[in-house]
């Protein structure tokens, strides 16, 4: 069964920073592209972030260009998100989800989100 | 970038109703979209992808059509647990949300 299971969340000060985790199994991980997308109280979900199975590809959003940093450890099926520079804005549940491989580049698979809050 | 604008905001149906969805996009997209259902607390579920492929466990009263720039979603007869909000998406260029639609008991 495919799992990914977020962590790292929590309140964090403006300015702030957390390494965000999504821990990954049930499927060959290094074999997958990932993405981490967020969702605001009461908002549709954004996307924030690619990777490529390899790691060697990163594509950001605009809104967190130059303070997000997307990477993955394919030996300990893992992917990470670090969040620095936080801002009230960026307050959100965030979700990792998998891209799938029908030829086409929805995403098959999401975890449960953990939520980032930024206040003071 | 590509937006992505759905309507309606909210649509307020009964049980046995067939709702249509529709989401525009900004620019074509070709066929690169896929519609989502999300439950209050929960992930988003793949529904379509391709703009019409089922994915694999959804019912079929779940359905998807469209090319280019404009998109539907249909539900042929709803269910109690299709109470819940629809996001459209595309990933022709990165990948957008639209904004979502609320499907509420009438």
């Known amino acids: 069964e495919v799992q990914l299971v977020e962590s790292g969340g929590g309140l964090v000060q403006p300015g702030g920073s957390l390494r965000l985790s999504c821990a990954a199994s049930g499927f060959t991980f290094s074999n997958y592209e990932m993405n981490w997308v967020r969702q605001a109280p009461g908002k549709g979900p954004e996307w924030v972030s690619y990777?490529?199975?390899?790691?060697?590809?990163?594509y950001y959003a605009d809104s967190v260009k130059g303070r997000f940093t997307s990477s993955r450890d394919n030996a300990k099926n893992s992917l990470y998100l670090q969040v620095d520079s936080l801002r009230a804005e960026d307050t959100a549940v965030y979700y990792c989800?998998?891209?799938?491989?029908?030829?086409?580049?929805?995403?098959?698979?999401w975890g449960q989100g953990t939520l980032v809050t930024v206040s003071s | 970038d590509i937006q992505m604008t759905q309507s309606p905001s909210t649509l307020s149906a009964s049980v046995g109703d067939r709702v249509t969805i529709t989401c525009r996009a900004s620019q074509s997209i070709s066929s690169w979209l896929a519609w989502y259902q999300q439950k209050p607390g929960k992930a988003p579920k793949v529904l379509i992808y391709?703009?019409?492929s089922l994915e694999s466990g959804v019912p079929s009263r779940f359905s998807g059509s469209g090319s280019g720039t404009e998109f539907t979603l249909t539900i042929s007869s709803l269910q109690p647990d299709d109470f819940a909000t629809y996001y459209c998406?595309?990933?022709?260029?990165?990948?957008?949300f639209g904004q979502g639609t609320k499907v509420e008991i009438k």
């Open positions: 998406q595309q990933y022709n260029s990165l990948w957008t």
């Open positions: 989800a998998r891209v799938s491989r029908l030829g086409s580049q929805h995403f098959d698979y």
């Open positions: 391709k703009a019409s």
């Open positions: 990777i490529s199975s390899s790691g060697s590809t990163t």
